[in-house]
């Protein structure tokens, strides 16, 4: 009888951690679907130019979005994933009033920077400042429901979003600035956002924001570095690329990154759910923990690699029909774009036994030489052979990079090994 019911109760943990996959991919592709009819109604109703300042305002909120998750949901996710219910509605509290804090904070300054800026710019900035609060606030609400395992409910949070912004969105054409497409787009995410406190019964504990800060210090401020780190390497690529070759770069290195936009969106809808994933394995059997984490990045890199194999065999009418013009300058760098996301994808499976362990260090260390060699990549490759070069020498950083995550994950393991289970010590007669 033994072994029938654990059986049974190991095939019930995999439909359960199935189930949990299920909604986190669910939920960013509602979340991915609404930020892609965003763009493009925007850059519909208002043009080029204006889209480019709505486009400043839009990484913006990047930024504040890893600071945010850097302090805030990152630690809870880490330590608050899988633990009893008391326990999870203590930490969401701090957590998501820690966000809010966040939010209010950074917002201030965007104000600050608006009515410093004047214009559209300015205006689209001192909007940013306005809702900032709500956005970030809604943010944690899902990485709240997928600590606690409840994926559907951040599901349900997303699609009141992208249900709430199409009346908001239809208003801001109407008024034509991007400063109501600003205030729209964070109205709705308002919407969302209160619709959270109802979900959970929770409300946010701005008074306790310090508190969680100061309890959580020594993983929050490293994540925060390796979140901003991330969006800054990416960023600086970018620049740079502009600079040494010309902005037509960027424009086909952006398309590239559109041909593996479905794949791209898989990864981030894994990212909401691995971490809590590995928190639960650590917990419930440490000694796997590392093939967890091969299975993951393995799986997604097999992944991306078939995807690019795919779009290989695209016949070039269909993909003018999708991106024009860029389609020929795009397709030439499928292959080392695609071996980018495979490297990054691997990478992600040591990334998340990272930090399930809390080697926050480690994790760090990892993130910053990551980063790094994806600048030297780019740019060096930019420098020694244009485009092509750039997207060759980001692939090779990123697998570099990858095979460091791993390294420390293996060192991290045996660490964690030792310190619950050290070796005896041998007394010689």
Same mark, same amino acid.
């Not at 900032?132 to 009141?160: S, Y």
């Not at 902005?247 to 809590?276: I, N, W, Y």
């Given at each position: 009888?033994?072994?029938?019911?654990?059986?049974?109760?190991?095939?019930?943990?995999?439909?359960?951690?199935?189930?949990?996959?299920?909604?986190?991919?669910?939920?960013?592709?509602?979340?991915?679907?609404?930020?892609?009819?965003?763009?493009?109604?925007? &850059?519909?109703?208002?043009?080029?130019?204006?889209?480019?300042?709505?486009?400043?305002?839009?990484?913006?909120?990047?930024?504040?979005?890893?600071?945010?998750?850097?302090?805030?949901?990152?630690?809870?996710?880490?330590?608050?994933?899988?633990?009893?219910?008391?326990?999870?509605?203590?930490?969401?509290?701090?957590?998501?009033?820690?966000?809010?804090?966040?939010?209010?904070?950074?917002?201030?300054?965007?104000?600050?920077?608006?009515?410093?800026?004047?214009?559209? %710019?300015?205006?689209?900035?001192?909007?940013?400042?306005?809702?900032?609060?709500?956005?970030?606030?809604?943010?944690?609400?899902?990485?709240? =429901?997928?600590?606690?395992?409840?994926?559907? +409910?951040?599901?349900?949070?997303?699609?009141?979003?992208?249900? @709430?912004?199409?009346?908001?969105?239809?208003?801001?054409?109407?008024?034509?600035?991007?400063?109501? =497409?600003?205030?729209?787009?964070?109205?709705?995410? &308002?919407?969302?956002?209160?619709?959270?406190?109802?979900?959970?019964?929770?409300?946010?504990?701005?008074?306790?924001?310090?508190?969680?800060?100061?309890?959580?210090?020594?993983?929050?401020?490293?994540?925060?570095?390796?979140?901003?780190?991330?969006?800054?390497?990416?960023?600086?690529?970018?620049?740079?690329?502009? @600079?040494?070759?010309? %902005?037509?770069?960027?424009?086909?290195?952006?398309?590239?990154?559109?041909?593996?936009?479905?794949? $791209?969106?898989?990864?981030?809808?894994?990212?909401?759910?691995?971490?809590?994933?590995? &928190?639960?394995? $650590?917990?419930?059997?440490?000694?796997?923990?590392? +093939?967890?984490?091969?299975?993951?990045?393995?799986?997604?890199?097999?992944?991306?690699?078939?995807?690019?194999a795919a779009l290989l065999l695209v016949p070039d009418r269909f993909g003018e029909?999708? $991106?024009?013009?860029?389609?020929?300058?795009?397709?030439?760098?499928? %292959?080392? &774009?695609?071996?980018?996301? @495979?490297?990054?994808?691997?990478?992600?499976?040591?990334?998340?036994?990272?930090?399930?362990?809390?080697?926050?260090?480690?994790?760090?260390?990892?993130?910053? =030489?990551?980063?790094?060699?994806?600048v030297i990549g780019g740019l060096g490759g930019a420098a020694v052979a244009g485009?092509?070069?750039?997207?060759?020498?980001?692939?090779?950083?990123?697998?570099?990079?990858?095979?460091?995550?791993?390294?420390?994950?293996?060192?991290?393991?045996?660490?964690?090994?030792?310190?619950?289970?050290?070796?005896?010590?041998?007394?010689?007669?």
């Amino acid at each position: 009888m033994t072994p029938m019911t654990t059986e049974g109760e190991k095939r019930s943990a995999k439909r359960a951690l199935a189930g949990r996959l299920s909604w986190g991919l669910a939920d960013q592709a509602a979340s991915s679907i609404s930020n892609f009819a965003v763009g493009i109604y925007v &850059a519909r109703s208002l043009g080029v130019t204006a889209f480019g300042v709505f486009s400043l305002a839009w990484l913006t909120y990047g930024v504040a979005l890893n600071v945010a998750r850097g302090l805030a949901t990152d630690p809870l996710v880490v330590r608050f994933s899988g633990v009893p219910d008391a326990s999870w509605r203590s930490a969401t509290a701090r957590s998501s009033g820690a966000a809010l804090g966040v939010g209010t904070a950074l917002g201030a300054v965007c104000l600050l920077v608006g009515l410093g800026l004047g214009g559209r %710019v300015g205006s689209a900035f001192g909007c940013l400042g306005v809702v900032l609060p709500a956005l970030l606030l809604q943010d944690a609400w899902r990485f709240a =429901f997928f600590a606690a395992g409840t994926g559907r +409910k951040a599901f349900a949070n997303d699609l009141v979003w992208g249900v @709430a912004l199409v009346p908001a969105m239809v208003v801001a054409a109407r008024v034509g600035t991007v400063a109501a =497409f600003v205030l729209a787009w964070g109205a709705s995410a &308002a919407v969302a956002a209160v619709y959270g406190c109802f979900q959970s019964g929770i409300r946010p504990r701005t008074t306790r924001a310090r508190e969680w800060l100061r309890e959580h210090r020594d993983l929050g401020y490293r994540y925060l570095v390796e979140n901003v780190s991330l969006s800054g390497a990416s960023q600086l690529r970018a620049y740079g690329l502009g @600079a040494i070759v010309g %902005v037509g770069a960027v424009g086909a290195v952006r398309g590239a990154e559109l041909l593996l936009g479905p794949f $791209l969106a898989l990864l981030m809808g894994l990212s909401l759910v691995t971490v809590a994933e590995a &928190a639960r394995v $650590l917990r419930r059997a440490p000694d796997r923990l590392g +093939k967890f984490c091969l299975l993951l990045g393995g799986g997604q890199a097999v992944a991306a690699l078939l995807w690019g194999a795919a779009l290989l065999l695209v016949p070039d009418r269909f993909g003018e029909l999708v $991106l024009g013009g860029v389609w020929h300058s795009a397709s030439a760098l499928i %292959v080392p &774009a695609t071996l980018g996301v @495979a490297g990054a994808g691997l990478g992600t499976g040591a990334a998340a036994g990272l930090r399930a362990l809390g080697a926050a260090r480690r994790s760090l260390r990892s993130q910053l =030489f990551g980063s790094a060699c994806y600048v030297i990549g780019g740019l060096g490759g930019a420098a020694v052979a244009g485009t092509a070069g750039s997207a060759w020498g980001v692939a090779a950083a990123t697998v570099s990079g990858s095979a460091v995550w791993w390294l420390h994950l293996r060192i991290a393991l045996r660490e964690h090994q030792h310190q619950h289970h050290p070796i005896p010590e041998v007394r010689t007669s």
